[in-house]
Every structure is written in C-alpha cells, then in structure tokens.
C-alpha cells in the first residue's frame, strides 16, 4: 500500500476495524441510554400524572363532604332556630293567658293555671 509492510498493513487495518467498532458501540450505548432516560422521563411524568389525578379526586371528595357537613349545620341551626321561636311563642301565650285568668296577683296554682300547663 503505502511502502508499509504486510503485517503492518493488516495490524492497522485491524486497528482501523477496531475503532470503528468502538464507535459504533459507544454510539449504541449512547442511544440506549437515551431511550432509557426518555422512558424513565415518561414513565416518572405519567406516575406523577396518576398520583396528582388520585389527590385531585381525594381533596374533591373531602371538599364535598365538608359542603354536605355545612349544609347539615346550616339545616341543624334553622332547626333549633325554628324550635326556639316555636317555644318563646308557646311561652309568650302562657304568660298571656296566665295574665288573662283572674287573680293575676295570687301566690301559687289554681286550678284554672293547672289547667294551662300541657300533659
């Protein structure tokens, strides 16, 4: 070839084979270490994905709840308001009719006052 001797020729041709297979290896490396990373990359966006959905569902959950909570609170307090106009009117009409019966001013029961209280 070029004045080189024959198992000169054959050591570098060997050697020129070699580094072309070295590249191709560390090229293949390199493009399975790529994929690797990429679908580690995929695989990490979709967990994190899938984990934000479930905790999304979950505070979605505990929202409703707490709204059905404070519309229970709100029925418990228009009920307990109801019950207390109900009973200071029942008592306003007791006292009316008490200072309706006569002898207002007497101490202690009369029959007609026994009468008012409820069985």
Known sequence: MFG???????????????????????LSIREI???VDG??????????AEWTAKIEKANAE???KIADQANAVIQI??????????????LEELRKRNAALPDGGAIGLSRDRVRMLPD
């Open 33 to 35: 270490r790529s994929m």
């Open 4 to 26: 080189l001797s024959k198992p000169i020729s054959i050591g570098l041709a060997a050697l020129a084979l070699l580094l072309a297979i070295s590249g191709l290896v560390f």
């Open 77 to 90: 307090q228009a009920d307990a308001s109801d019950r207390v106009n109900a009973a200071s009117q029942q």
């Open 39 to 48: 679908a580690a990359s995929s695989a990490k966006a979709l967990s994190d």
């Open 62 to 64: 505990a929202n409703k």
